[in-house]
């Protein structure tokens, strides 16, 4: 049961990229099945949080909300601060889906200060990049793209091509809606040259829609 929840706690991350979603929600939710009564708690609460991002991928909010929940709450338990962080972090993002501005900043803001003394920057990168993502849907567009600068630079540092990516996208966002039409086109393009480079096509999709976008608002401004 150990060796299984490790293996799904390395794939967590593959899975959404290369693999099928339901494939790698069932591998999940079969090794969160026989991990029930496992001691490894530390390693079930990173499962949890793997298994909640892929329900909030396949739309499932109902049991993503669930799956965070318990694996945030876990990973205290155990003094797991990093998934701990995560947890939270995922829960921002659930919120500010739903709508919910202020509990998306309560989530994110209890994940950094877990993380405050960490020397991890992927986990800060990620954080820093839901915290830009709550100020952009507020229109605090000066704090967002700051928190995006940061988030990109945390992942170059790392080496994460799919985190930089998404970053990116976001950045893209903000200058469409700001109408800086030219600089949008310029970081979308990044952002999917990047993405080719993973291999990521779900996401490649949604730089290719940014992209007309921005062709579309440069047709209607003719």
Same mark, same amino acid.
């Given at each position: 049961?150990?060796?299984?929840?490790?293996?799904a706690?390395?794939?967590?991350?593959?899975?959404? !990229?290369?693999?099928?979603?339901?494939?790698?929600?069932?591998?999940l939710?079969?090794?969160?099945?026989?991990? +029930?009564?496992?001691?490894?708690?530390?390693l079930?609460? /990173?499962?949890? =949080?793997? @298994?909640?991002?892929?329900?909030?991928? #396949?739309?499932?909010?109902?049991?993503?909300?669930?799956?965070q929940? *318990?694996? #945030?709450?876990?990973?205290?338990? !155990?003094?797991?601060r990093? $998934?701990?962080?995560?947890?939270?972090?995922a829960?921002?993002m659930?919120e500010? =889906?739903?709508?919910?501005? *202020?509990?998306?900043? #309560?989530?994110?803001e209890a994940?950094?200060?877990?993380?405050? +003394?960490?020397?991890?920057?992927?986990?800060?990168?990620?954080?820093?990049?839901?915290h830009?993502?709550?100020?952009?849907?507020?229109?605090?567009?000066?704090?967002?793209? $700051?928190?995006f600068?940061? @988030?990109?630079?945390?992942?170059? *540092? !790392?080496?994460?091509l799919?985190?930089?990516?998404? !970053?990116?996208?976001?950045l893209?966002?903000?200058?469409? &809606?700001?109408? /800086? &039409? /030219? $600089?949008?086109?310029?970081? =979308?393009?990044?952002?999917?040259? &990047?993405?080719? *480079?993973?291999?990521?096509r779900?996401s490649? @999709?949604?730089?290719? $829609?940014?992209?007309?976008?921005?062709?579309?608002?440069?047709?209607?401004?003719?």
């Amino acid at each position: 049961v150990e060796l299984a929840l490790r293996l799904a706690s390395a794939l967590s991350g593959f899975l959404p !990229v290369r693999g099928s979603l339901s494939e790698g929600h069932n591998w999940l939710e079969e090794v969160l099945a026989l991990s +029930e009564e496992s001691p490894a708690l530390a390693l079930r609460a /990173k499962v949890l =949080y793997a @298994s909640g991002s892929m329900a909030q991928m #396949r739309n499932d909010l109902t049991l993503a909300r669930s799956r965070q929940e *318990e694996s #945030r709450k876990l990973a205290a338990q !155990v003094g797991e601060r990093r $998934t701990q962080a995560l947890a939270c972090g995922a829960l921002a993002m659930l919120e500010l =889906y739903l709508g919910n501005d *202020e509990a998306a900043r #309560r989530f994110a803001e209890a994940g950094s200060v877990l993380l405050k +003394e960490s020397d991890d920057r992927w986990a800060r990168g990620t954080l820093h990049s839901i915290h830009g993502q709550i100020e952009s849907r507020l229109c605090n567009f000066e704090k967002a793209r $700051t928190r995006f600068h940061v @988030s990109l630079m945390l992942l170059r *540092e !790392v080496g994460d091509l799919n985190g930089q990516a998404s !970053v990116q996208v976001h950045l893209g966002n903000i200058m469409r &809606l700001q109408g /800086k &039409l /030219k $600089t949008a086109h310029f970081l =979308y393009t990044r952002a999917l040259a &990047l993405l080719q *480079e993973s291999g990521d096509r779900w996401s490649q @999709s949604i730089c290719l $829609t940014g992209i007309e976008i921005g062709r579309a608002s440069c047709r209607e401004r003719v």
